[in-house]
């Protein structure tokens, strides 16, 4: 990967020197690098005939949309991701919140009336390549919407100069991933994660496995890591803990690579894939404000890093400074919890148009750090151990959720007469939402969860709902999480 160089130029470049090498493989269907310039110039020709600068793309499982994301980098356009299986009132929402008027969509029957449509699957290929639209570095280059505690999922704008810290920072890691890797890509296109796996693969020249978003996620890794011999996979740590009763029926030998991210990695869980896999193995961290993750630790063969069985996220990335503060925010000692903050060229500007930032940050000694809500310390390493969470925020299936996102559209089906809480709980080794409703009568529970699904995507739906009379309240009187989550 060559440096200080504009990643959307190098990835033309990888483009046109990598033609003849596989790029993707969807649904075990394989496509050249040729086949997706091809498509990515057919959908520029498109964009440059549009002034606008935010661009939504419904976020479909094939060769068409990945080539939309390149395309809106290639004209120095953003895209703003609207997944096709989440509720259209969410989606609206969003584009609405953007103002976006332009939707690329490769889905034969679009759901988005009032938008001009772009169907990108009836486009003819073109061959005809013009130069890249040299981006604004200060220009946002994708918008991810997160969990928000308003009931409304807030924007997230990562700008082109972002990303090229992010490639920047990842080379720096020494990490050589190179033309016939075969990577795997997992996660939704709403999700950070799937930008990391995307760059990964095709500034190097390698292909990407994408799993069917019809299928189990994790059943479709293990597949798609055994027929076809994967050799770099990024995967949330959860998928791991399912995968590992299986480890004896399928061969991980040929993994070159092993990333976990998007949520916190159990040791012991690790340490059985370390057993097999014989991989170079890293943990990654990072909030989607600071561009896909921020830090990195590499595991060693023992002595792995780790506080309450949870490993280390260990240091941060070359263009990224982090710091521990108490709640006055004051810079703590080594080995002292507090909350992570973090800073530089990755870190984004600010949600988009959202109340939210006047919390989000705070300048000490000259510099705008952003309060992550991840309790953390430092050791005399520097190495950057991991607790939890300060606030209501988890992380489910790799997604970040505000569970007062959740309490906000159940109080809102009860016209707000009736209290609700969100809380993590556990169920069969992995964390669900469970709901407690302050209201005795069950009697509605139907009701209640298809005006949910109405809202809120498949992995924000409580698993179980539980009625109560009242609440218990701790010392502070307030609604104690905790023991509502003894409760399930």
């Known amino acids: 990967m060559i440096l200080n160089i504009d990643f959307v130029t190098y990835l033309a470049d990888s483009l046109k020197r990598n033609a003849a090498q596989q790029a993707f493989c969807i649904n075990d269907k394989f496509f050249t690098y040729a086949d997706l310039f091809k498509r990515i110039n057919s959908i520029r ?24 994301v390149i395309a809106t980098w290639m004209e120095g356009k953003c895209y703003v991701p609207l997944h096709p299986m989440q509720p259209l009132a969410r989606c609206q929402d969003i584009i609405s919140q953007v103002g976006i008027r332009v939707v690329l969509d490769s889905s034969s029957d679009s759901r988005y009336n009032d938008e001009k449509v772009i169907q990108i699957g009836n486009l003819p290929d073109n061959e005809c390549f013009v130069p890249v639209v040299y981006p604004n570095v200060e220009e946002p280059a994708y918008i991810l919407f997160t969990s928000g505690t308003t009931g409304r999922p ?20 020494g990490i050589q991933i190179k033309e016939g890797d075969r990577c795997l890509q997992m996660f939704d296109l709403t999700f950070d994660l ?23 996620k994790w059943l479709e890794a293990v ?84 506080v309450n069985g949870i490993i280390g996220i260990g240091r941060p990335l070359s263009r990224v400074k982090a710091m521990i503060v ?23 500007k600010g949600y988009w148009n959202s109340s939210a930032n006047i919390n989000a940050f705070i300048n000490y000694d000259g510099v705008r750090w952003y309060l992550t809500g991840d309790v953390c310390s430092v050791d005399a390493e520097g190495d950057i151990y991991y607790y939890g969470r300060k606030d209501s925020q988890v992380k489910i299936q790799g997604y970040r959720i505000e569970l007062s996102e959740i309490d906000c559209i159940a109080r809102k089906f009860f016209k707000n007469k ?3 809480v969100a809380v993590p709980i556990t169920h069969q080794g992995a964390t669900m939402i469970g709901l ?45 999480r905790n023991k509502i989550k003894e409760l399930f």
């Not at 939504?56 to 949309?65: A, I, S």
Request: aromatic share 12%.
């Open 223 to 306: 597949r798609l890591i055994n027929d076809y011999q994967l050799s770099v996979v990024l995967m949330a740590p959860s998928v791991l803990h399912y995968v590992l009763p299986y480890l004896d029926e399928i061969d991980v030998s040929h993994i070159r690579y092993s990333f976990f991210s998007a949520e916190a990695s159990n040791v012991e869980d690790v340490k059985c894939w370390q057993k097999v896999s014989r991989s170079e193995m890293w943990n990654f961290y990072g909030p989607t404000e600071c561009t896909i993750f921020c830090t990195a630790y590499k595991f060693p063969q023992s002595d792995i890093k780790n």
């Open 418 to 420: 009736v209290a609700a």
């Open 326 to 348: 108490d709640d006055n925010y004051k810079l703590l000692p080594k080995n002292t919890k507090g909350e992570l903050c973090v800073a530089g060229d990755q870190l984004f």
């Open 45 to 68: 020709a498109e964009l440059a005939k549009v002034s606008d600068h935010y661009i939504g793309l419904v976020v479909n499982n094939d060769l068409d949309t990945y080539a939309s």
């Open 436 to 480: 407690a409703v302050e209201c005795e009568d069950n009697s509605r529970d139907k009701e209640l969860m298809d005006f949910m699904k109405h809202y809120l995507p498949n992995y924000m739906l409580p698993y179980k709902t539980i009625h109560l009379q009242t609440f218990p309240q701790n010392s502070n009187n307030k609604i104690d």
């Open 154 to 173: 807030k924007g997230v704008p990562i700008s082109f100069g972002n990303i090229d810290a992010f490639v920047h920072d990842f080379k720096e890691l």
């Open 194 to 216: 799937s930008v990391c796996c995307l760059l990964m693969a095709l500034l190097n020249g390698a292909c990407l496995y994408t799993v069917r978003p019809d299928m189990i």
